[in-house]
C-alpha cells in the first residue's frame, strides 16, 4: 500500500508542470511557422516550374538534374567552396593571430583592437561601397599603385573575372577578421593563466606554449568559430551582390547570389529553390560533420 | 514520463511536417478570369509606382489634380525601382491587389495579362482613347486582343554627345557605321575614350548596342522573333551582330566592365569620354550645367537596304484584374490618358519624354524635337531587349555581352551558352 502514494508522489515530480509545456510548444510554434514551414515550401517550389504567377508544372527531380548541368551552377559551387577555403581559413588564423597579439593588457592595445573591431559596426553595404572605391578603375588602389612605381599592376580589379572574386573576399575579411578576433579573445581571457605560467617555468618554448597548452584549451571557442564561419560563408550574399552582384558573367557567383538572380531576376522559383536546398543541405552536413567529430573527441578526452 | 513526453513530440513535428508535405503546401496556380465587381468599394485606390523621387516619373502631380477634381481618392505608394520589379508578381497575385501600377508595354505585360492578372480596359480605350496611335494600340493589347495597358509616354534612344566637346575635337555626328568608326578613331587619337558605357552595376545598357546592332544589320522582324524565341541565339545571324560589336570593342574604356553607371555618366560629362548610347532619361543623369550642352544623333546606319528601327520603349499603367474598385481605378486611368493629365506627367518629366496622347500640345525642348522627329521617321519602333523578350531574359544578355566585351575571341563559346540560358529561362516561366 506504501508503495502507491509513493509512486504517485514520483509521477507527479517528475511529471514537467504546464508552464514547461507552455515554454516548449510556443517556441516550437513560432518556429514551426516562421522557419519549418516556409522551408518545407521551399523544398516542395524545388519540384516545380513556377515564375511565381502561371500555372506551376510539377516537374520531379527535373531541377535537380538540370543543376548539375549548369555550368554558371557548378562556377558558383566552386567559388563557394574557394569562399569556405579563403574566406574561412583567413578569418580564423587571421583571427586567431590578432588575439594572441592582442590579448595581453597593454598599453595602446585597445586602440588596435578597436581598430579592427570598427569595420563590423558599419553596415556591410557600406563597406561594400568603401571597397568598391577602393577597387575601382583609377580607384585607391590603382592610386597606390601609380604612387609606388609600380602602375604596371594597375587592373580593372572588379571587372575582370580572374581578380573579382579575391577582391571580394578581401572586403569580407576586412570585416570578419575583427569579429573572429572578439570571439577569440573572450576564449583566451577563459585561460587560466596559471597553466601557461607553469609550462614556462618548465621551459616550454613560446611556440609551444601557444600550440601544446593555450591552443588546445580553445577547442570549445574553435567549434563555434568553425561553424560561425561555415555558416558566414555558406550565407554570404550581401557584400558579393552589393559589389559586383555575381558578375562580370557569373565570375563572382555564390551559391546564394545565383538562388537570388534565378529566384527575382529569371523569376525561376522552382530552380532557385532546388539552389537553396542545395545550399540547406551543405550547411547541414558541413555543420553535423563537424559536431560529431567534436563531441568524439570530447568523449575520447 | 519525460522520455515518453519527448517523444510524444517529436512524433507530433514529424506528422505534421509529413503533413505539410503532402499537403503540396504553396499556392501555385495561375488564376483563373475573376470578373470584377460591378460597384467599388469604398475607400481610395492604390497606385504603385516604381518612381522615386529623384527619377521624376511625376506621379504624385498627377495623383493631386485627379483627386481635385472630387471623382475619387487615389493614394500613391512608391518602391524603389529593383524591389518594385522583383515584387510586381507577388502584388498582382495578392489575395487583396493594389488597383493600379506603373509598368513597361509589350511582352513585359503580356506575360501577365495572359495569366489572366490585369483589369481589361478596353472600354476605357474605345470611350477616351481613340486618337491614340495604332502601333501604342497594339502594344497595348493580351493575346486575346483586349487592351490592357494604358500608355503613358514614350522615349527614344540616341548616341549622345557633349556638343561643345565635339566642338573642341573638331568632329561631328557621323551618319553611317563607317563614319562612326572614323570618328572613333579619331577621337581616340587625341586621347578621349570615344564611348562611355558602365556596366558594373547597369550591365543591361550592353543590351542597347545589341538591340541596335540586330536591328541594323538583320531587322526588325529577325530581331522581335529572336527575343520571341523564334530563332536561336547561336543563329550566324546573331554572331554578325557580334562581329560588329567587335569592330567598335577598342573604343569603349579598357574598364567598362568595372565602371560604374554614376562613373560613366560623370566620364561624359566632364569630357573623358565622347559618346553615350542611352536613353532619353539620359539628362536627368547628368549634371544641370551640363544638359544644355547635350546633344545626340542616331544609332549609325550599317546596311541601307534595311529599313530604320528605333527604340521607342512605352511607359504607362497597368490596373490589377482583383481590383475592388474597378469604375475608379477605370477614371483614374481615363484621366491619366487624357491630354489634361499627360501634360501634368510631360511637365514633370522635363524634356526627357514624348507623350503617348498625340493632342498633347506642348513646346518640345529641342531633344524631344529631334527624337519625336527621328521615331516618327522610323518605318518600325522596337521597345527594348527586356521589354520585347521578357524581364526573365535580361540576366542571360547580360551575362553573354559583358562576357563579349571581356572575351570577344569566345564568341562561340558565348552565344552557345546564351542559347542555352535563354531557354532555360523560358522554360522556367
Known sequence: MTSVPLTTRRRRVTFPPPVVFALVLVPFLIEAIGVFWPAVQGISLSFLHWNGFGPATTVGFDNYTSLATDDVFIGALKNTAIWIVLFGGISFIAGLGVAVLFQAERRGVGIYRTALFLPIVFSLVVTSLIWSAFFQPNGVLDAILDGVGLSSWKHVWLGDPSTALYAVIVAALWREIGYVMVLFIAGLKAIDPSVTEAAKMDGASAWQRFWLVTFPQLRNVNLVIVSVLVIDSLRSFDIVYAMTAGGPFHSTELLSTYMFSEAFQTRALGYASAIAVVIFVLAIAVIISYLVRAISDEKES | ????????????????????????????????????????????????????????????????????????????????????????????????????????AGEATRAFANQNLLLNISDVWDKNMTKFPSALKALSKNDKGQEVFVPTNYYWWGMYYRKSEFAKLGVTPPKTWDEFITLSKTIKSKGVTPISIGLSDNPWLASAWFDYLDVRINGGKFHLDLLAGKHQFDDPKVKLVFEKLKEVLPYFSKSALGVSYNQSMSDLAQGKAAMYLCGAFISGAVPKDVKGDLGFFQFPIIDPSVPVVEEAPADGFIASAGTTRPNLTKRFLAFAASTEGQEILMKAQGDAALAANPDVHITLGPLAQQGKEMLESAAQVTQFFNRDAGDALQPTADAALTQFFSQPQNVDAILATWQKAAAKARAGS
Open chain 2, 1 to 104: 514520463m519525460t522520455h515518453r513526453s519527448h517523444r510524444g513530440l517529436t512524433a507530433l513535428a514529424i506528422a505534421a511536417a509529413l503533413t505539410t508535405i503532402l499537403a503540396g503546401c504553396v499556392a501555385t496556380g495561375g488564376s483563373g478570369a475573376v470578373a470584377p465587381p460591378k460597384k467599388d468599394a469604398p475607400g481610395a485606390a492604390i497606385l504603385q509606382s516604381r518612381f522615386s523621387d529623384e527619377l521624376k516619373g511625376g506621379m504624385p502631380e498627377l495623383i493631386a489634380a485627379f483627386n481635385a477634381k472630387g471623382k475619387g481618392k487615389v493614394t500613391l505608394n512608391t518602391i524603389p525601382t529593383e524591389t518594385y520589379r522583383q515584387q510586381l508578381p507577388t502584388f498582382l497575385t495578392a489575395k487583396n491587389p493594389p488597383d493600379t501600377y506603373t509598368w513597361f
